[in-house]
């Protein structure tokens, strides 16, 4: 079982990881997490900003920032995105959201097929608010199809540069497998999420039909966005959420 840690400035929990996110982050009873999408990708540094003038703006501290959903022009190679990494985390650090070397800070980040943005940028972000008697949320990290360990995302990637069906389907079966163990870990479950999320620009309906509905992964629908995983030869991605509140702005 994964230590589940406690980031008490945040009102929230979470399942560490890498450096640059956690796996996923569940709020700390008598707090609610809040989904904020932007109807347009802006800049990192605008999106950061914008971010946190609605943190503010509900008063509460920036270290309730716990989670964000990014858009990159195009797939990184491994340095790049490293590089990408190292710089995105400095403003987690100044917002006071960096720990003992620890990230609590959930994330995905993907590249739309069509229309992708110039540079990284916000799609949406989640924060933390006092709700005394909320129902538990919770957002999970995205994954791609890459095994834990192994010095490179070369060495880790599942059926790599294989993207016919079966290779697609054992791709999609280790990621609904992490997102089931990323749940799980927060004492989650398929049967709570209200918002799951696939990237690819691959066919998913027989992976749908015939992976996602059997596990009850589409119980409340999937929303399939064309756009890669963030790294080259990775193809196919997912994150999900456990939520009540979601706003548009």
């Known amino acids: 079982m994964m230590e589940v840690t406690e980031f008490k400035p945040g009102g929230f929990r979470y399942v560490p990881s890498v450096f640059q996110y956690s796996a996923g982050v569940a ?21 950061f900003a914008r971010a946190a003038a609605i943190i503010r703006g509900a008063g509460r501290p920036l270290t309730e920032f716990c989670a964000c959903e990014l858009r990159s022009p195009a797939p990184f190679t491994e340095a790049g995105f490293r590089t990408f990494n190292e710089a995105y985390v400095v403003t987690l650090k100044e917002w006071g959201l960096l720990a003992d070397g620890l990230n609590p800070v959930a994330r995905s980040n ?26 538990p949320t919770a957002v999970i990290s995205g994954s791609g199809e ?8 070369e060495e880790r990637i599942i059926r790599r540069g294989d993207t016919g069906l079966e290779a697609m389907r054992d791709k999609a079966r280790y990621v609904l497998g992490e997102m089931e163990r990323r749940l799980g870990w927060l004492g989650l479950g398929w049967q709570d999420t209200t918002r799951v999320q696939a990237y690819t620009v691959h066919d998913i309906h027989r992976i749908l039909s015939e992976e996602m509905v059997p596990r009850q992964a589409a119980r409340s629908g999937i929303t399939w966005h064309y756009a890669r995983p963030p790294v080259q030869g990775l193809e196919f991605e997912m994150d999900c959420a456990v939520l009540a509140h979601e706003l548009v702005v």
């Open 27 to 47: 709020a700390l009873p008598g707090h609610e997490i809040r989904r904020v999408r932007f109807a347009r990708t802006g800049p990192l540094a605008e999106g």
């Open 110 to 135: 993907v590249c739309p097929e069509r229309d992708p943005p110039p540079a990284p940028g916000f799609h949406a972000f989640s924060f933390t608010v006092a709700a005394a008697s909320a129902a």
């Open 146 to 153: 890459a095994t834990e360990g192994g010095a490179s995302y």
